[in-house]
């Protein structure tokens, strides 16, 4: 399925949920997912999208939709937002991981509340598939360095 058509998707589902229009974009720099508070970001294509079929793909990707669309409902942007303006690049990079290791099993955590059926599926599966192809933290550059 073309990303034009899961967009039209993607929004639908986003407008259900937050009662108002979200624009979808591709994320970029390899990222899976992401967003800013004003859109929501998912990748086309990643690395951990190789071994899958196209409805694992579709899947894998709502699946982020789920976890984005989270942050919008219970992330404070303005926590950022006085980081971005305060803090100096490198240490803002190191701010925004941290905050984002506490902040995920958080809203996750909450996501039984918010989704039931096919979208929280999606949502476990992506969690699966990111835990099974994560590197080793042994094998990854410290963002402290």
């Known amino acids: 399925m073309e990303f034009i058509l899961k967009?039209?998707?993607f929004k639908k589902i986003v407008q259900k949920y937050i009662k108002k229009p979200l624009e979808i974009y591709p994320a970029d720099n390899g990222q899976l997912?992401?967003?800013n508070g004003k859109g929501i970001f998912i990748?086309?294509?990643?690395e951990y999208f190789e071994s899958l079929t196209e409805e694992e793909i579709f899947f894998f990707q709502l699946g982020i939709l789920a976890h984005?669309?989270?942050?919008?409902?219970?992330?404070?942007f303005s926590i950022l937002?006085?980081?971005?303006d305060n803090l100096s690049s490198k240490e803002y990079?190191?701010?925004q991981s941290i905050l984002n290791c506490i902040e995920d099993p958080g809203i996750e955590y909450l996501a039984p509340h918010v989704y039931e059926g096919r979208i929280y599926?999606?949502?476990?599966?992506s969690i699966e598939q990111c835990h099974k192809?994560?590197?080793?933290l042994d094998s990854i550059d410290s963002p402290f360095n």
């Not at 192809?133 to 080793?136: A, C, F, G, I, R």
Request: proline letters at 3%.
């Open 33 to 35: 997912g992401y967003t």
């Open 7 to 9: 967009k039209v998707i």
């Open 68 to 76: 984005e669309l989270l942050h919008i409902l219970y992330s404070d």
């Open 81 to 84: 937002e006085k980081a971005y």
């Open 121 to 125: 599926r999606a949502l476990r599966f």
């Open 93 to 95: 990079t190191v701010f």
């Open 43 to 46: 990748a086309e294509s990643h």
């Open 133 to 136: 192809q994560s590197p080793n």
